[in-house]
């Protein structure tokens, strides 16, 4: 669980310095995703989702961005990313 918290906070960070808007909100049913508002890119995240599921939904929102392979990222998360292709 600490690992999947630890890559959650680094997805986070590495979303925010693409320029994202991340936001973690009870959604209640809805999954989150990404959106865009007056031209910034938003992920919405579901805290009422383990973190583990708002792990995978921010990997998948910011996964096809072509700026993604220029930023650094751990070990850990460029597997989560790999295993998405």
């Known amino acids: 669980m600490s ?3 630890g890559l959650l ?3 986070m960070q590495l979303a925010r310095d693409l320029g994202y808007e991340v936001h973690e ?3 209640g049913e ?4 990404c959106c865009e508002v007056h ?3 938003r992920v919405l995240l579901n805290l009422e989702q383990p973190a583990g599921e708002r792990l995978d939904r921010l990997l998948h929102a910011i996964a096809d961005d072509p700026r993604l392979a220029a ?3 751990s070990r850990l998360l460029e ?3 790999r295993s998405l292709r």
């Open 3 to 5: 690992d999947t918290l």
């Open 9 to 11: 906070a680094e997805a």
């Open 25 to 27: 909100e009870p959604l």
């Open 30 to 33: 809805l999954g989150g995703g």
């Open 39 to 41: 031209g910034v890119p």
């Open 71 to 73: 930023e650094p990222k």
């Open 79 to 81: 597997r989560r990313f």
